[in-house]
């Protein structure tokens, strides 16, 4: 089946992307810095201001620390470029919330929120569109999170006998779970998911209802 | 000169103040925009390196906080994304001395660092 796409969908797949190279860079940052101390270390110690042992090992513990971060973004980054490969399949639908919430937690630091996903009882397991389900929640996220310092959004999902469902809660003001519910990209990826979204400003709560055979 | 480096990354910044440090600069750095604020309260720095992508406060915003505190401080913006012009053109009417891309080549920073010890002497004069 040919996959559907728009502007938005294209825009989207560029935010994530700007997204996931300013998260490298920012590795890449780090990386030279303690690559330069160690440098400026050494001549210090030509000079003959002894280095501490101790201190190297520090110091390039912490460049492989950096390293593991970014080899992590990549394989996000990895495993969202292949989210494409197929318009809709069978997916492990707590393993793509998962890499959307990866994928957005920078977009939650910047304002100063946090990301939690539960963990589902079981597996739940369901017949989607992995790169429009992470567009959904991307873009969900971005309705809710501004103005919400100090909130946690928390995702997840769960199955039941008409398919499955995410959830995204927390304590943000009413009206921003009525502009996602609203906002047309947001019902223009439920359509291409055959998902239904409700939002209960009242709870707190959307949920965005999977059915489990989307092309009824 | 005393410099204040701000950068919502701990590792980058503590590292960059320490090699500044090292180089017989007088450096303080902080993570949170509003702990560079309580510092800019203590005592007023002659320059400030600025991140401009930190939460809740980005860089360009927290210049002009700083700004009202210490009119006299200079300031040097720091970015991970695309080119220095683009950067510059797009953080014009931010007003920075200069602007520089991640990762900081550091004899980049320190030229730059010169050059406004150099225009603030001849100001001073």
Redesign the interface.
Known sequence: MTMPTSQSDLMFFGAVTASI??EI??R???????A??LE?LVH?AERGRPIEPERLVRLSG?VQE?VAMADAIIRNMNRFAHSVDNFRHSVDLHEVVELAVALCRRKA????ASLRLSEPAAPVTISTSPFFLIAFLWICLENLLPGG?GTTAALACRSHPEGASVSISGAFAAERFEAAASDGRVRHLADLLGARVTVDARALLLVLDLPANPDR | MKILLVDD?V??VS??A??LS?RGMEVDWASRPEDAVERAQTSCYDLAVLDV?M??LDGIALKKVLQQKCPDMRFIFLT??GSEEAFREGTSEAGADYYLL???R?EKLLAKIELIRENRKKEEM
């Open positions: 190279s300013h860079k920012n890449i940052a780090i990386i030279n810095e303690q330069g101390l400026d210090m912490k950096q630091d910047m304002q100063g310092a | 990354e590792d980058f590292t960059l320490e090699r090292l992508k939460p809740r991970g994304h991640k990762p900081v550091l």
